[in-house]
């Protein structure tokens, strides 16, 4: 399936690939089979994307489409078997251990859960602090740091001793967004970091995602499946299905008027209040889907 691309760069983007902080090319991440002479599974199919400093990239596509692999191979926790990661000019495709250990002061993660991301028997003190002190900080800077980054999101400074447990759920993401920028990383892979949180809290931790990239210019890899939260936050969104990138350009381009039928069944399953553009939004999408599968099985891949 061949991408819809853009080389335009969204607001905020002055970087081109080839200079980009982040540049992947071409990159495969492929699963042996299980069972009798199951074949190999391909999560991920020549991908390619790049982010620039300071620069937000939205990636979009529902549950399976292979989101989370790409964010995973970045991390070094998913297999590369073909392709490229070029982070900060150096080739990290097959980083070593202590290699990923060193890489973890610019590159770091917010998971889903914050119910699940964080350790229950630790303080919140000590989550914040067991990155620095790994990284070879004293204690007394690793303390200094932490109430910085407790103020950056939000939390007050009684959080230090305080249980996750403690914590609602919009607080524990703060925590583990505090955790991922002790370091003062160039990049931030955030892995659906607002689905599990209610509509209001959303709209908080999205708006202290922004904050924080103007205050630190950090750059995000944004995983998620909602359209109108990549809208939101990116300068530019890369679209997955069925581990391709099939679509990707500016935000406002891609979210408001998609050039891949893939993207604009994404956009069309987003609700809307009148119930008569609901319907033909769902009818839509009805005819687009029946497209898509009769494209699929005149290509051979039907499931």
Do not use: W
Request: hydrophobic share 35%; charged share 25%; proline share 5%.
């Amino acid at each position: 399936m061949n991408a819809s691309t853009s080389t335009q760069t969204g607001s905020g983007s002055t970087q081109t690939g080839s200079s980009a902080l982040l540049r992947v090319d071409n990159l495969i991440v492929e699963y042996p089979g299980t069972g009798f002479r199951a074949k190999p599974f391909r999560a991920l199919d020549d991908v390619s994307i790049h982010i620039g400093a300071g620069e937000t990239l939205g990636l979009v596509g529902e549950s399976g489409s292979g989101k989370t692999t790409l964010g995973r191979a970045l991390l070094g926790l998913a297999p590369v078997s073909g392709g490229t990661i070029r982070f900060d000019n150096e080739d990290i495709s097959q980083a070593s251990r202590s290699k990923r250990r060193a890489l973890s002061r610019d590159l770091q993660v917010v998971f889903q859960d914050p119910y699940t991301s964080l350790n229950p028997s630790m303080a919140v003190g000590d989550i914040l602090s067991e990155p620095l002190t790994v990284q070879g900080r004293s204690r007394s800077d690793a303390r200094r740091r932490v109430r910085e980054v407790l103020d950056q999101v939000g939390l007050p400074q009684d959080s230090i001793g305080r249980m996750p447990r403690e914590f609602s759920g919009g607080q524990r993401q703060r925590v583990a967004i505090a955790r991922a920028l002790a370091l003062s990383p160039k990049l931030i892979v955030c892995d659906e970091p607002v689905s599990a949180l209610d509509l209001t809290t959303q709209a908080r931790v999205l708006d202290l995602f922004l904050q924080i990239q103007r205050d630190t210019g950090v750059s995000y890899l944004f995983v998620s499946h909602d359209l109108d939260v990549v809208r939101h936050i990116s300068h530019r969104v890369a679209v997955m299905y069925r581990g391709e990138i099939v679509e990707q350009g500016p935000a406002g381009q891609v979210t408001t008027t998609p050039e891949h039928p893939y993207t604009q069944r994404l956009l069309l399953a987003s609700p809307v209040p009148d119930p008569d553009r609901q319907e033909q939004r769902r009818d839509n999408r009805r005819r687009l889907l029946e497209e898509q599968r009769a494209h699929d099985i005149q290509a051979g891949v039907a499931a």
